[in-house]
């Protein structure tokens, strides 16, 4: 019995030590798992030569170069109507009539009256030598001493009381022939004729209708649109941080939400020099300017392409080929070490970190143009070197030294996943 109980004792002092080095060792263990490194998984890329493009999108309308309004120049009724929308018309072709009875009457009136006054001047020239020729000979009696001064000066008034009305109905004349003049034209302008060769693209009126001029407050009536499509532009609003970037003759590709399968090719050919004006509500006074418009004209434009179409463009403003490129992802900004803490601002660095022996380290670089996944490295790196290229949640968490290992890559299976 003795012998049982020493037996148990002993393996019981034997369980207790080692369960003591069971713990002792978990805790060893622990806690140089708390001294080990921590390891941020990360996406590793390395330095290449690309060919890249700068390119700046932006969204507006096609719309024909020439795009004129056809706008009522005086009332009256329309009487004939020569073309419908649709047609084809060149430059001087009859479009539309308005009723000219009124300013046929104008002119005729206008024109009787000249004639008038016409034979009214012959009457006052006739009279005006006459009272010349008399004050000039009561001029000569008067030297001799045969007549009085007051018959002298008589004939000499009525002399120029002729000359006078001669000179008034001379101007009549003029008036008259000035009021003609302004009715003709008012005739002349109730028959239209195309400016331009081009299509009607849009018919407002009908016969019958009553054309109207335009007032202060009231626009006159549109006849209607004429549009030379053979000379098509899309015109484009661009931000203000990209404008700076934009120049005449700058490529363009052009997509119209109409055609999807076709990209149109076209040029810069105009960039507003101010601001578009946008209120930012109906009722708002101040008015704010963000965007710039742009035109660019479209080579060779198919004739199935309507104005007002929406589109969308991509302005290419700058090229290069083989030079060294790093995902846009990869750049990171930093502030610059060695700042005292009291400074105001803190200056800022913009690079990338390479991957060394394992580790991140961070290397300052020189941009050049932007391309749509990639920048242009201009200095800083070298062709083969390995850098991290994201994740963003990875680059936050880097600093120099810190121990990085590469992500496996994912499968297009997983990535669907």
Request: zero cysteines; charged letters at 30%.
């Amino acid at each position: 019995m003795a012998n049982e109980k020493s037996f148990f004792r002993k393996r019981k002092k034997t369980l207790i030590i080692i369960g003591a080095a069971l713990i002792l060792a978990l805790i060893v263990i622990s806690n140089l798992s708390s001294q080990r490194e921590k390891t941020v998984k990360v996406t590793i890329e390395k330095v290449e030569k690309h060919d890249l493009a700068s390119i700046i999108s932006a969204s507006g309308e096609i719309k024909p170069k020439k795009n004129i309004e056809i706008s009522a120049q005086v009332p009256g009724r329309i009487v004939k109507i020569g073309v419908k929308e649709g047609d084809e018309v060149k430059a001087g072709d009859f479009l539309l009539s308005l009723d000219s009875t009124q300013y046929e009457a104008y002119t005729d009136r206008d024109r009787a009256f000249i004639q008038s006054t016409k034979a009214d001047l012959i009457q006052a020239e006739a009279r005006m030598k006459k009272d010349a020729n008399f004050f000039n000979s009561q001029k000569k009696l008067f030297g001799e001493g045969l007549i009085s001064q007051d018959q002298m000066e008589t004939a000499m008034v009525q002399a120029e009381t002729s000359s006078a009305q001669f000179k008034s109905i001379q101007f009549q004349i003029q008036q008259a022939e000035a009021s003609l003049k302004s009715s003709m034209d008012n005739l002349s302008k109730t028959v239209y004729g195309s400016p331009i060769d081009g299509i009607i693209t849009s018919l407002r009126v009908e016969e019958g209708e009553i054309a109207l001029i335009g007032t202060m407050n009231n626009p006159g009536t549109v006849l209607m649109t004429i549009a030379d499509l053979s000379v098509m532009e899309v015109e484009v609003e661009v931000d203000e941080t990209d404008v700076v970037g934009l120049d005449l003759g700058q490529s363009s590709e052009v997509k119209v939400d109409a055609f999807p399968d076709i990209v149109f090719q076209g040029k810069v050919t105009e960039i507003g020099s101010s601001a578009l004006q946008k209120l930012t509500s109906a009722s708002a006074s101040t008015q704010e300017a963000k965007d710039f418009k742009v035109t660019i004209t479209i080579e060779n434009p198919p004739r199935k392409l309507k104005p007002g179409l929406s589109a969308s463009a991509d302005i290419t403003t700058a090229e290069k080929k083989g030079v060294l490129a790093v995902p846009i992802a990869a750049l990171v900004l930093r502030e610059k070490e060695g700042q005292t803490a009291s400074a105001k601002t803190k200056a800022e660095e913009e690079g990338v970190y390479l991957v060394e022996a394992g580790r991140a380290k961070f290397a300052v670089v020189k941009k050049g143009i932007t391309g749509e996944m990639l920048v242009e490295i201009g200095s800083g790196l070298k062709e083969g070197q390995e850098i991290v290229a994201g994740p963003y949640s990875a680059l936050r968490l880097l600093k120099d030294g810190t121990l990085v290992k590469a992500e496996e890559k994912k499968t297009p299976k997983e990535e669907t996943k």
